[in-house]
């Protein structure tokens, strides 16, 4: 079984995707894909790598 990345490494992670188009656009693809799991909207005053930061730490997906 493959060990969950932590909080620090997942958002790392996932602001790499920032610096490149199909990054970015894989970062819209996942909150889409959150907000149709939960059907809770992200809220305007947060930004998409905090909202995919705590939708995969209330589901187990990460560590901490």
């Given amino acids: ?9 997942r958002e790392k992670e996932l602001q790499s995707l920032l610096a490149t188009k199909a990054g970015q656009e894989e ?3 996942l909150k889409s894909r959150y907000q149709a799991a939960d059907g809770q909207p992200k809220s305007d005053g947060a930004s998409i790598i905090t909202y995919i930061l705590v939708h995969e730490r209330v ?6």
């Fill in 1 to 9: 079984m493959a060990l969950k990345k932590t909080l620090r490494e």
């Fill in 27 to 29: 970062l819209q693809e």
């Fill in 59 to 64: 589901h187990g997906i990460i560590a901490g």
